[in-house]
């Protein structure tokens, strides 16, 4: 089969019939195998796996690379906190169990663009085109497909977070424009610490300082910021980000303090008059690692196999 697709006449007539210029030069064919694999398992001891070595997604949804992606950048502050002592070696658990589910699902999404991409009968081509075709004549419609809205976004229902009511918890905080102390405009992500945040929205500086004197974060740096439209509300010893009006965006973060992952998740929010019943899980969340030498699994270094592209 793979040899009667190779022959020469066959790729000529495949090309041309595409719009191919007849004569063009062909620089390589083949056939390619598309896999939709999930490890069981994506770590040992000390190694990890992420990416193409943990998953292999149809290129069909082009989100191979991206959840590679999402896999280093949940593992790699992880790797950071527990090699500094920061955070006991258990947090390394949170991994797979933050990531396996999205993936899962980006793979599905996968394999049913595929289907839709490779029709198995004429039939169902005309069907799928006709429906794509009216679609299109919707703005709204024409816009979920194009910028394909449907496509499943990460959130966490278990890990290191706290759960809540709060819509945002385990999910990837938003990213309106600002202005920063030294009057500068950027993303919200470029005008605060790289770190933990606990970032507080049109609070008041008193409920502020009261939370930040309830938490205890164990060895853990955590940058204080206050997202105010009053710079005069900014309590002392956080970094002050002025907007003019709450963007939509964070609207519903408004009068509440969020505690941001590094990597931009939201661990937990809640309201300034909860902050000592939430403090309790935040200390247990921190929890300095306990000094077990003889803790084989403690990874003073791991390795991470991951296929690059």
Partial sequence: MEADVLRADNVRQLLESRGVAPGSRIVRQTVYTFHARLASRWSLGRV??????????????????????????????????????????????????????????????????????????????????????????????????????????????????????????????????????????????????????????????????????AFDFGAVPVTPVALATDPREAPAGTSLVVVGEVEPALAALSGLIVLIRPDRYVVTAFAPEEARAVAASIASLFARPTADRGDATTPIAAAVLASAV
Wanted: positive net charge; charged residues 20%; hydrophobic residues 45%.
């Fill in 48 to 213: 990890f796996l992420a990416g193409d070595a943990a998953h292999l997604t149809p290129p069909f949804a082009g989100q191979g690379m991206n959840s590679g992606i999402r896999d280093a950048h949940n593992l790699a502050w992880k790797l950071a906190a527990v090699v500094r002592g920061w955070l006991a070696p258990s947090l390394l658990n949170t991994y797979e169990l933050e990531r396996r589910g999205h993936v899962a699902g980006m793979i599905e999404l996968a394999l049913r663009m595929g289907r839709i991409m490779g029709p198995a009968s004429r039939w169902r081509g005309w069907a799928t085109q006709t429906a794509f075709r009216v679609a299109g004549l919707w703005p709204p419609l024409r816009s979920y497909f194009g910028e394909m809205k449907y496509k499943p976004k990460p959130c966490f229902r278990d890990g290191f977070l706290i759960r809540s009511a709060h819509p945002l918890v385990g999910r990837l905080i938003p990213q309106p424009m600002v202005r920063a102390s030294d009057g500068s405009e950027r993303l919200l992500d470029d005008a605060v610490s790289r770190g933990f945040v606990l970032l507080s929205v049109d609070v008041p500086s008193e409920s502020v300082r009261d939370a930040l004197a």
